[in-house]
């Protein structure tokens, strides 16, 4: 049994892997003369795309990493409907390509939107939730980097609580750590007062003063 599931499990990774090592931030930037590993927030990810090309680049983004974690999840999950696990494996293995795409030297995104597309992958109805929920921690804070980790926290916890298959919530809490330590650089910023608030989105003018950065 072990020696048929073990070649599903790795199909299912490497395919979750190569789907999530897409990068549009870092196409978009490559497009726009500029790479958004060195410049803005240094991530290449949605949030450092409407800082560095504006809210409708950062919009694309977004969509297209919710997109291919809720493929990867999807795909694996019709090509081996017996794996249980299949969905949860790419869709957790699309996250980490996210975060560290070989194709960029493991410098990727911090996994905010790519989260969504896992909540969208088991259910709409929970994207709708935890898309709540962001908000709401999002108006609370005022910084994404804090709503992405306790994301990162909540939905495995929920998806435990609401399946039973604690399993399947152990795997997609694997992410909860390199999330944590992608985003220490931004608690470190926040302690000195240059990380950039949510507020940014509708008042970018003064949030550059604020943190003592021109356009």
Not at 40 to 66: F, P, R
Not at 97 to 114: D, E, N, T
Request: overall charge positive; some cysteine; aromatic content about 8%.
């Amino acid at each position: 049994m072990t020696g048929h599931i073990l070649p599903q499990i790795l199909c299912c990774l490497l395919i979750g892997y190569l789907l999530g090592s897409i990068n549009p931030s870092f196409l978009i930037g490559l497009a726009k003369g500029y790479d958004p590993r060195r410049e803005g927030s240094g991530n290449a990810g949605a949030s450092n795309t409407v800082i560095m090309a504006g809210k409708s680049a950062g919009l694309l983004v977004a969509l297209v990493d919710i997109c291919k974690a809720t493929a990867a999840w999807k795909l694996c999950q019709a090509l081996f409907p017996a794996l249980r696990l299949a969905g949860i494996l790419g869709g957790v293995a699309a996250l980490l390509g996210h975060l560290f795409p070989v194709w960029l030297r493991f410098h990727g995104g911090r996994g905010l939107a790519c989260l969504g597309g896992l909540c969208l992958a088991y259910d709409p109805k929970t994207l709708l939730l935890m898309l709540g929920i962001a908000i709401l921690i999002g108006v609370l804070t005022n910084y994404v980097c804090v709503v992405t980790v306790s994301m990162s926290v909540i939905f495995p916890l929920y998806y435990g609580l609401v399946t039973a298959f604690w399993l399947g919530a152990a795997v997609l809490a694997i992410p909860i750590v390199p999330i944590f330590c992608k985003h220490l650089v931004n608690f470190r910023r926040i302690k000195s007062g240059d990380e950039l608030r949510l507020s940014f989105l509708f008042n970018r003018e003064k949030e550059l003063q604020r943190i003592g950065r021109s356009e």
